[in-house]
Every structure is written in C-alpha cells, then in structure tokens.
T-cell receptor, first 113, second 116 residues
Framework: AQSVTQLGSHVSVSEGALVLLRCNYS??????LFWYVQYPNQGLQLLLK??????LVKGINGFEAEFKKSETSFHLTKPSAHMSDAAEYFC???????????FGTGTRLLVSP | DAGITQSPRHKVTETGTPVTLRCHQT?????MYWYRQDPGHGLRLIHY???????DKGEVSDGYSVSRSKTEDFLLTLESATSSQTSVYFC???????????????FGNGTRLTVT
C-alpha cells in the first residue's frame, strides 16, 4: 500500500533561515509525489510534483524538492524563509494504476521575525 | 483558481439529520474527489468519481454516500450526521488527459461542517 510519512507536525524557523520539511514515502512501485501548501481558511495549492523526469523538482515560491529513491524520501526545501511561507504543508503520493492521492498528516511551518 | 465551487461554505446541523454538500466544477475534468481534513490526520479520502455515475469508496466512506449525475457536479451526503463527522470537507478535481497519474488535484476552498 502506498503511504507517506511527514516527520514533525510543526517546524519553526527564523525569517531568512533554511526551510526543510521532511517526507518519506512507502511504495512498491515508482511513485508520483506531490507537495501542497494550505494557507488558513483556504484549500490546498500545488507547490510541485515529481513524475520521474528529474530528481530535483522546482516549484512555486522558491521551493524545491529532491527525490531520493535510496532513502525513499522527497523532502521540501527553501533556502531562505519568508514570513509569507507560514502555512501547512502536505506531502502526497499516488501510484500508477491508482487514481487516489494519499496525503501525509501535514507539517505546520512557523516563521518568526 | 481552478473552477471549483463548494456549497455551502459553512454548515451547522444536528445529530441525526441528513446533510448534502455540493461540489461544482467548470473544468470538465473526469475525476472528482471528496476528502475530509481533521487535525492530526491530514486529508483522508471519503469517495471519488471517475465519471458520471461511476464512483468508488475511499478509506473513510462509512456514513457517507455520493452521487454524480452530471460531469460538473459531485454531491456528498451524510445520511445521518454524527458528531464524529464534524470536519472540513474538501472537493478536488483531476484532469484525465494523457498520463492522469501525474495530474495534480485541484482543490475547492472547503466546507466547514459542525454537527451538534
């Protein structure tokens, strides 16, 4: 069965610091992986997706993620946090043959001045 | 935003009453989904649809039913609402062109349901 695990329900960083949000996946076949962001009282927006074309994926708002098969990871990073990055971030996985997207439990990013 | 409208945006209802939430899309996408979001659980799939009158269960389907009589509308019904169904409900759509497995989901803004 496919699943994702997000380590840390809350991550706190200072403005300008590196952002690292962790996601590990479990899949018996090469997965499709996604990161979404949710701002308060809104739906989820797609940040980026991995579809096997390249292991380093660049997304919106300066975020990127690297697919590491050996570590079954797809961590999300941003070199320099901005106050506007404060939100909840979700990792999700989908396998070929399944239309369902399975989400992790989310990580809330807090950015302090 | 993708053309997804959820209604109502907020609903308070009493235990035991039926409730229907509506999702309307203007994108003509084949796939539609209902998720619920709860603290500590992320988003969990309730039901999804892969075409008109074609639906399937997700991981938390008990107590819920769905219908899709038109491409643009996907209805979620709580047959007899319980307090455990207090949640935020999100509708999502996904296109079916080409390799649909790497097509992202696009989400509506959610319906906040409170069952008292």
């Amino acid at each position: 069965a496919q699943s994702v695990t997000q380590l840390g329900s809350h991550v706190s960083v200072s403005e300008g610091a590196l952002v690292l949000l962790r996601c590990n996946y479990s899949s018996s076949v090469p997965p499709y992986l996604f990161w979404y962001v949710q701002y308060p009282n809104q739906g989820l927006q797609l940040l980026l997706k991995y579809t096997s074309a390249a292991t380093l994926v660049k997304g919106i708002n300066g975020f990127e993620a690297e697919f590491k098969k050996s570590e079954t990871s797809f961590h999300l990073t941003k070199p320099s946090a901005h106050m506007s990055d404060a939100a909840e971030y979700f990792c999700a996985v989908r396998n070929t043959g399944f239309q369902k997207l399975v989400f992790g439990t989310g990580t809330r990013l807090l950015v302090s001045p | 935003d993708a053309g997804i409208t959820q209604s109502p945006r907020h609903k308070v209802t009493e235990t035991g009453t039926p409730v229907t939430l509506r999702c309307h899309q203007t994108e003509n996408h084949r796939y539609m989904y209902w998720y619920r979001q709860d603290p500590g659980h992320g988003l969990r799939l309730i039901h999804y649809s892969y075409g008109v009158k074609d639906t399937d269960k997700g991981e938390v389907s008990d107590g819920y039913s769905v219908s899709r009589s038109k491409t643009e509308d996907f209805l979620l019904t709580l047959e007899s609402a319980t307090s455990s169904q207090t949640s935020v409900y999100f509708c999502a759509i996904s296109e079916s062109q080409g390799n649909s497995y790497n097509s992202p989901l696009h989400f509506g803004n959610g319906t906040r349901l409170t069952v008292t």
